[in-house]
Nanobody
Framework: QVQLVESGGGLVQAGGSLRLSCAAS????????MAWYRQAAGQPRELVARISRGGSPNYADSVKGRFTISRDNAWNTVYLQMNNLEPEDTAVYYC??????????WGQGTQVTVSS
């Protein structure tokens, strides 16, 4: 099993930046991909960005050019750098990990609020 803990959320004005972190523990060596999802009030959870072993990161169209997903070499921590934030980015952001055996883990979420 993989345990995930997010941090770095908060309140920021439109046009500002935040960096989210997701610390992974447990069976880190079994991780195939890690991702950030978000869920705005009354909306379904949606994929924001994903990074996989041996592959290029992919992003939701709404965040391309503004958000960057990255990780450390040991897959201990995954980051989401969010620039030029918009009020529409307001949501709870969740970290996600998928192992080679297709086990899925979620963090508890961190709130991001962008004021106009």
């Amino acid at each position: 099993q993989v345990q995930l803990v997010e941090s770095g959320g908060g309140l920021v004005q439109a046009g500002g930046s935040l960096r989210l972190s997701c610390a992974a523990s447990g069976s880190i060596g079994n991780i195939y991909s890690m991702a950030w999802y978000r869920q705005a009030a009354g909306q379904p959870r949606e994929l924001v960005a994903r990074i996989s072993r041996g592959g290029s990161p992919n992003y939701a169209d709404s965040v391309k050019g503004r958000f960057t997903i990255s990780r450390d070499n040991a897959w201990n921590t995954v980051y989401l750098q969010m620039n030029n934030l918009e009020p529409e980015d307001t949501a709870v952001y969740y970290c996600n990990a998928v192992t080679w055996s297709a086990n899925v883990s979620w963090g508890q979420g961190t709130q991001v609020t962008v004021s106009s």
